[in-house]
C-alpha cells in the first residue's frame, strides 16, 4: 500500500503562507478563511512528523524545511499555470508602470487596436518584479535597473535619453546660462534619486546637482515641473507629447542614460500569435523618430553651455 499523499489544497495552503509570509494573505489569496489555512499546515505538520512555521504575534517564518517545501512547490505549481495556458491561453496582458501609461502608451495604443481589433489587451500597472505565471502577464515594459525574472526573454528595445524639463515660463524666467541651473529647485522622484548626478556626469557637468524636492511619482514631478514648481529630471519618453505641445520645454536636451527600455517577455507565451504581434508594435513605436537624442530636443545655445 501507498504511503498516504498530503492534499493539494493543503499544500498551496504552505506554499501562499511562505510565499506571503502570511496565513492572513494566503488566506485571502487562495479564497479561504485563515482557519483552513491555519487546519492545512497543521495537518501536513503531523503527516510529515516536522514544523514547517515559526508562527510569531503577526507573522509567520518558513522553518528549513518548511522553506525548502514551499520553494519546490512554487515550481511546480508555476509549471502546471504555464502548461495549462498555452493549451489556454488568458487574454494578453501588458505590464508597464503608470507614468508610462498615462504618458506614453494610451496615447498610442489606438494603433494597436486598429490593426489588431480582435485581440483583447489587458493591463498590470507594475513597475517592479512580476511572476509571469502568478500575474497573468505576457509582455512586460521596463528599465534595465530592475532585476528580471529567471528564464524570461529580454529584448532590448533603446537607451533611456533623459534630462531636465520645466515650463516655458519657468525657462523663460530663471534661464540664461546653464551656470542658473544653480539656481534652479530642482526636482527629482523618489525612485531615481540619482538622476540628477546620472545627467551631470553624463553631459560633463563640472559640478554638483543636488534636487532639493522629491516626488513619489514620476508624473508627480511631471505636473510639478508643468505647473513651474521647478526643473525636474526626467526620462524623455515621459514628456514626448508634453514636449511637442510646448506644455513643457528641454533647455539642455536630453542624454543617453546609463540604462535601457527593454521588454520581458513570458517564456510560455513567446509564440503565441498575439505576444509577437504586441512585441512587434511596441519594437516599431519605441524605434520611432524622436525616441530617442533627436527630435524634440532642441538645439541652442544653452546645450552647449551645459558643457562647460
Known amino acids: 500500500m501507498g504511503a498516504k499523499r498530503p492534499s493539494l489544497n493543503a499544500l498551496r495552503a504552505l506554499e501562499a503562507t511562505v510565499r506571503l509570509s502570511s496565513m492572513t ?22 503527516m510529515f512528523g516536522i514544523p514547517l512555521l515559526l508562527r510569531g504575534a503577526r507573522s509567520v517564518q518558513a ?6 517545501l514551499a520553494t519546490e512547490l512554487s515550481r511546480a505549481f508555476d ?50 518584479r512580476i511572476d509571469f505565471v502568478r500575474d497573468e502577464i505576457s509582455v512586460a515594459i521596463r528599465i534595465s535597473m530592475i532585476e528580471p525574472p529567471k528564464e524570461v526573454i529580454i529584448k532590448d528595445m533603446i537607451d533611456e535619453w533623459i534630462g531636465p524639463v520645466c515650463s516655458p515660463e519657468y525657462a523663460s524666467k530663471h534661464f540664461k546660462t546653464a551656470r542658473d541651473l544653480d539656481r534652479c529647485a530642482l526636482l527629482a522622484t523618489k525612485t531615481r534619486p540619482g538622476g540628477w548626478a546620472d545627467w551631470a556626469r553624463i553631459s560633463g557637468q563640472s559640478r554638483e546637482l543636488r534636487p532639493q524636492r522629491f516626488y513619489d511619482h514620476f508624473y508627480l514631478l511631471i505636473q510639478a515641473a508643468a505647473c513651474g514648481l521647478g526643473v525636474a529630471m526626467v526620462p524623455k519618453i515621459l514628456v514626448l507629447d508634453d514636449l511637442r505641445s510646448g506644455k513643457l520645454v528641454a533647455p539642455f536636451g536630453f542624454v543617453a542614460g546609463p540604462f535601457k527600455i527593454v521588454l520581458w517577455i513570458a517564456p510560455h507565451l513567446r509564440a503565441r500569435s498575439e505576444t509577437k504581434a504586441l512585441v512587434d508594435w511596441l519594437t516599431q513605436e519605441f524605434r520611432k523618430p524622436g525616441m530617442q537624442g533627436d527630435e524634440p530636443a532642441p538645439a541652442n545655445a544653452l546645450q552647449a553651455a551645459s558643457r562647460r
Not at 501588458?94 to 494610451?106: D, E, G, R
Request: with cysteine; hydrophobic share 40%; proline share 6%.
Open 25 to 46: 494573505a494566503a488566506a485571502e489569496e487562495l479564497s479561504v478563511t485563515h482557519g483552513a489555512i491555519s487546519r492545512h499546515i497543521k495537518s501536513l505538520e503531523e
Open 63 to 68: 522553518t528549513p524545511e518548511g522553506g525548502r
Open 79 to 128: 509549471l502546471i499555470a504555464s502548461s495549462v495556458e498555452q493549451l489556454q491561453p488568458g487574454p494578453l496582458t501588458l505590464s508597464c508602470s503608470s507614468t508610462i501609461m498615462m504618458s506614453w502608451l494610451i496615447p498610442r495604443i489606438g494603433a494597436f487596436h486598429e490593426l489588431h481589433p480582435d485581440i483583447e489587451l489587458r493591463f498590470n500597472m507594475n513597475y517592479d
